[in-house]
């Protein structure tokens, strides 16, 4: 054989092998990381997901790949969860609530079962709040290690100009080159920045940071803003700028002069909100979520004929994303002292057997994680029938007395008014359809559009006849669809969803309906209802550099997500 020939094989075979070297090495990785997914089940938890919007990673101790948490995924010692752009998460561990916002990334350690658990805030920020029985947490920020109590709430951010630490509620103890500072609230710390604990700050007690309000009805919900102010003099005022962007160039609300408390009336959506004096001196955002539904089927004061047999009855009503279940309640009466039916319901829909002939009155409560601050109420109360078969009545005639001549006259008359068959009411024919929709059908939105953009713009066109419109937003998941959001008779022909968390990787449907409304609000017309889809495209978060130490080498992988 020729010398070419041979440093061909050679060749083939170095490639052959270190081919097989790789495939070994990744196969290897597999194993362990499929070892690590297995043990960790034997494990006990320290907490759980209990709020989750887009992207949430999680990396188990001693592990190469990342994983996606989903809502109620256990927390353990040892991971590391990093919340990607345009989404957050909520972790409860040991009682205490962490609010995680976009582009953090943390580290959960718990030192053998002894003392308390430590959460290490890497990059980005949190807020935390301690409930009034919940233990003690060590919040481990750029070397400085604060420990909470009971009842404490704060908010910690690290970056490349240093950290920043706000504490609104309770007290803290700051450890740093072993020497110890309590702090009393309000109070402000700053180190590795520009500023100093002698420039004026404020501290804000409400709203907490990422709040979730809950709203009922149709009026505009009273969210109350209070703040210490700390090295300000007493005439010192502010201004407290509310809009729907983080960027402030849609300012909704700009109240002038307040001191250290201001309430703002606001509809359902996400709110960015900022204190400004010479300077900016606070920011932060809340969600109100509507939870005011609307009972769909059966439709208030339907009829349903009892056949005989059993039969099953079909209740729906409007969905509200966030919601952890219903309470669906039917009785025979209106004041629901015995309820026949009561179930708690994780879907917007239920299928339950016949309640038997009568007069039946029926309700349902969205219930919410104890994350959301408010209250709920029942939705008004529907009624419905079931009644028998209604047979026919044998006529029966009546001889009566010849009338006179006039008399017979006036009776044909008479009778002629009241046999006269009543004027059908003809409905009013459908509105058309709204044209012109945007986004348009199959429309597919990447991460550099979400990130530039902050919003979605949905417009149509005028319907002709039309005064009102419904907009709703379904997320289709297994070929079913979720409502996610319905908004309140709009008169414009534009909308714009701000929350782009309630979005996740997937397709999701929006219709629009044309109505027509009387003064009083009431439905005289309503229209067809156009629909289009759109995708929403999140990748994984990009090329991850892991690097694993192996004896006295240490090797650096790149894992595309």
């Not at 991971?79 to 582009?103: C, F, K, M, W």
């Not at 983080?246 to 359902?268: P, Y």
């Amino acid at each position: 054989m020729s010398s070419a020939g041979k440093t061909f094989l050679v060749r083939d075979f170095l490639v052959v092998l270190l081919c097989l070297t790789g495939a070994a090495y990744t196969f290897n990785l597999f194993r362990l990381d499929l070892n690590q997914t297995l043990n960790i089940q034997n494990k006990e938890p320290l907490g759980i997901v209990i709020l989750k919007k887009n992207i949430v990673q999680r990396r188990l101790a001693d592990r190469v790949l990342w994983d996606r948490l989903s809502l109620e995924s256990p927390v353990y010692a040892g991971d590391v969860i990093r919340v990607a752009d345009l989404s957050d998460a909520t972790l409860d561990i040991e009682g205490s609530q962490i609010s995680l916002p976009e582009n953090t990334l943390i580290r959960i350690r718990a030192p053998d079962g002894k003392g308390p658990v430590q959460i290490e805030l890497a990059s980005g920020s949190l807020s935390l709040a301690a409930g009034e029985e919940s233990a003690n947490l060590i919040l481990t920020v750029m070397g400085r290690q604060i420990e909470t109590t009971a009842g404490t709430q704060l908010t910690a951010s690290a970056g490349d100009n240093g950290m920043t630490l706000s504490l609104s509620k309770g007290q803290v103890l700051v450890l740093d080159n072993d020497q110890a500072q309590e702090l009393i609230a309000p109070a402000m710390l700053s180190f590795g920045t520009d500023s100093n604990e002698q420039e004026p700050a404020v501290v804000i007690v409400q709203p907490r940071p990422g709040a979730r309000f809950l709203k009922n009805g149709q009026e505009p919900l009273g969210v109350v803003f209070a703040w210490n102010r700390i090295n300000m003099e007493p005439s010192e005022t502010l201004s407290l700028e509310i809009a729907r962007n983080g960027n402030f160039d849609r300012i909704v609300q700009r109240i002038e002069n307040v001191n250290s408390r201001s309430t703002a009336s606001l509809d359902a959506g996400l709110w960015h909100w900022r204190l400004t004096g010479d300077k900016i001196l606070n920011t932060g955002q809340f969600t109100i979520i509507e939870t005011s539904i609307r009972l769909l089927f059966p439709a208030n004061n339907q009829r349903f004929i009892d056949e005989g047999e059993t039969q099953h009855l079909y209740f729906e009503w409007e969905g509200v994303a966030e919601a952890d279940y219903y309470i669906l309640e039917a009785a025979a009466s209106p004041d629901f002292l015995e309820p026949v039916i009561k179930r708690q319901i994780p879907a917007n829909n239920y299928t339950g057997t016949s309640l038997g002939q009568g007069t039946w009155y029926w309700r349902v409560l969205p219930v919410f994680s104890n994350s959301y601050e408010g209250i709920t109420v029942y939705t008004p109360t529907a009624t419905f029938s079931i009644n028998p078969i209604e047979e026919p009545q044998p006529v029966s005639i009546v001889m009566a007395p010849e009338p006179s001549l006039q008399n017979a006259r006036e009776t044909a008359f008479f009778e002629g008014l009241q046999n006269a068959p009543e004027p059908e009411v003809q409905p009013l024919p459908l509105l058309p359809a709204a044209g012109n929709r945007r986004p348009v059908n199959r429309h597919r939105i990447g991460i550099e559009e979400l990130s530039t953009q902050r919003n979605i713009v949905f417009s149509w066109s005028q319907v002709q006849g039309a005064n009102a419109y419904i907009l709703t937003l379904f997320r289709e998941i297994a070929g079913r669809r979720q409502e996610i959001r319905r908004t309140q008779p709009l008169t414009r022909t534009t909308w714009t969803l701000d929350d782009l968390k309630i979005l996740d990787h997937g397709t999701f449907i929006w219709q629009i309906e044309a109505e027509n409304r009387d003064q009083a609000g009431i439905i005289q017309q309503r229209g067809r209802i156009g629909e289009n889809s759109f995708v929403i495209d999140l990748p994984h978060p990009g090329e991850i550099q892991i690097e694993i130490e192996a004896g006295e080498e240490q090797k650096t992988i790149y894992v595309n997500q």
